[in-house]
């Protein structure tokens, strides 16, 4: 059955829905909210969002986009080039090779997953950013942006199963 | 070795993935090296973003005001108390500034002293916020086309903020003073002695190279010392909090926390700064 233009372009629109809200979730990390304290802890809303679809719908999300999500993420935090670049790939490589664990699981294994991989790209980034930068960094800051993700999460993957109800299943 | 299965099954994908690995490697690297090489891609993805950080921003401002306001309600008594008290303070300073600015005023008279170029100051919003734990910058709303040049001085009412590290034609980014790569040069108010201050991602930025004999003391005022780029001399930046073995450490005076405006200092080269309106220091 052939699809006429409409239905097609609504198609792709319903396909890029994870890409636009992974860029949109960048966007919105840097908003100042103008509470006190809570940039330094702000969670990682686009990792959590990579996270979600390597593990329901990597197909929608192809590696190049995760490459190209994290350089824009670094020029938008004006951090050094590439560490999210390198630090969300790694992530995603891992957890979409691994999706198979947490597909089809409870809520609870899908978020322990997270704990560990949050964790894992927080240590990436503290690393990458003290060698860059000559110095050891204090981790702390990051421990509780670690936390504070960790915790988000499940409100963040409500939002996110319920945009992954708007995209078709692909045919086969 | 972690199995990279399903999505990563083809060869294709495998070599993609570890190309892309070794691509965001290389401009790491590079980036380090030169960080000059990538700063047009940033320009302009700063850009293009910040008229729609800018218009996300605001909502959300206005929102927070709101929060803020019914909060202030609740300690109105209190804060007017505060202020009157406040207030009279700042009139005995008054009348000592202008005391001073008189017996200055006849000094340079005296001295036949030529004022320079006066200061501008360019207003603009804060619309994007130090994202992530270890990077300590801001983007504002204005840009080359708002007179924002490279290395200008960022301050908020209560002292220097930080420094214009890029410009685009409507955005432009400010690393504050804590970050791990800021360095201003400064000296300590009272003695004239010079420093360097240099940010590593804390709240209390440290005090480098002061010479060896030089004796520092808690509570001293560090200001800008105008050394080096376009920095106006005598800018507040922060007090003296920790003398010790682990080095000198300043705390600013500028907060980082709930930043929405912020000015820029427009000083000319060899200009000279004419006291701001609010700087009455020892």
Known sequence: MQMTLLQRLDLYLRFSLPVALTILLAILGVVPLHAPSYAPVAPMLVLASLYYWAIYRPQMMPLILVFLVGLFHDILIGGPLGVNALAYLAAYGLVAGQ??????????VVWWG????????????????SALGGTVLDPLPGFFTYVSSVGVYPLLSLLFSSVHKLIPMPEH | MMRIAVPLRSFAQRFAFVLLLACAVAIMLVGKADPLTFERARTEVTDLVTPLLDAIAQPVATAARVVDEAEQLFALRDENARLREENARLKQWQSAALNLQSENDQLRELLAYQPKDAVRYITARVVGDRGGAFVRSILINE???????????ALVSDGLLGRVASVGENSARVLLITDLNSRIPVMVQETRIRAVLAGDNSQTPRLVFLSANATVKKGQRIVTSGHGDAFPPGLPVGEITEVGEAGVRVRAFASEDRLRFIRLVDFG?????????AGVSE
């Open chain 1, 99 to 108: 999706r198979r664990v947490f597909l089809g699981k409870s809520f609870g």
């Open chain 2, 269 to 277: 080269r060899d200009g000279i700064l004419t006291p701001p309106s």
């Open chain 1, 114 to 129: 997270f704990m560990l991989v949050a964790g894992a790209v927080e240590a990436l980034r503290w690393i990458l950013i």
């Open chain 2, 143 to 153: 840009g080359s086309d708002g007179g924002v040049k490279k290395g200008q001085a």
